[in-house]
Each structure stands twice: as structure tokens, then as C-alpha cells.
């Protein structure tokens, strides 16, 4: 069973930057995607980036693009989530989770919560 914790949500300012980690424990799988999600007060749970985590191909929604960088370190099974130019409307709960290679997504962490201020 695969466990997925997040960690490094907080309040910045508008224009700062934060970085979010997600670290897997417990089973682990070769041909995976990761990715973050994230859930602003009152609306839908939103893509934001996956990384497929053999290759480190990485997708992003329009939205982040050019501003949010995922990344992964496989030695600590740990992914990131660089958000720099943060807005307001950045803020949400993030949340990664793993797709084991069945096409969905399976685990999901707890999430963390970033609030931007203007």
C-alpha cells in the first residue's frame, strides 16, 4: 500500500514563492505518474502538473505554465512542486497524487494548504 505525504504549504505573499514536496512511502512502482492537484474554496478539484516518473516527461495546465515547475527525486521518492510569480488565485489545497499505471488515480495524500495574499 503506497502512502503519499505533503508537505511545505503556508501563507506568501503575492509574487513570492513556495516549494510543496510529496514524499511516497510503502509499495513503490516503476511505471508511474505523479502529479499535483489542487482545490480552491468552492470549486472543483483542478489539474496542475504531472510528471510521468520514468522518463520525467512533465504536463502542466495552462494556468501555471511558465511559473510552476514539478520535479522528482527518485532516490527519496519524494516530488516537488516549484510555484514562483504566486497569485492569489493560486490559492487552494494542494494535492498529489499517483496513477500506478491503471490510468487512474489511485492515492491520493492529504493535502496542504497555500494561501496567497495580496
Known amino acids: 500500500q503506497v502512502q503519499l505525504v505533503e508537505s511545505g504549504g503556508g501563507l506568501v505573499q503575492a509574487g513570492g514563492s513556495l516549494r510543496l514536496s510529496c514524499t511516497a512511502s510503502?509499495?513503490?512502482?516503476?511505471?508511474?505518474?505523479m502529479a499535483w492537484f489542487r482545490q480552491a474554496p468552492g470549486k472543483e478539484r483542478e489539474f496542475v502538473a504531472v510528471?510521468?516518473?520514468?522518463?520525467?516527461?512533465?504536463g502542466y495546465a495552462d494556468s501555471v505554465k511558465g511559473r510552476f515547475t514539478i520535479s522528482r527525486d527518485n532516490a527519496k521518492n519524494t516530488m516537488y512542486l516549484q510555484m514562483n510569480t504566486l497569485k492569489p488565485e493560486d490559492t487552494a489545497v494542494y494535492y498529489c497524487?499517483?496513477?500506478?499505471?491503471?490510468?487512474?488515480?489511485?492515492?491520493w495524500g492529504q493535502g496542504t494548504l497555500v494561501t496567497v495574499s495580496s
Open positions: 510528471i510521468w516518473w520514468r522518463t520525467s516527461t512533465t
Open positions: 497524487a499517483l496513477n500506478p499505471g491503471t490510468g487512474n488515480w489511485e492515492v
Open positions: 510503502g509499495r513503490t512502482f516503476s511505471s508511474v505518474q
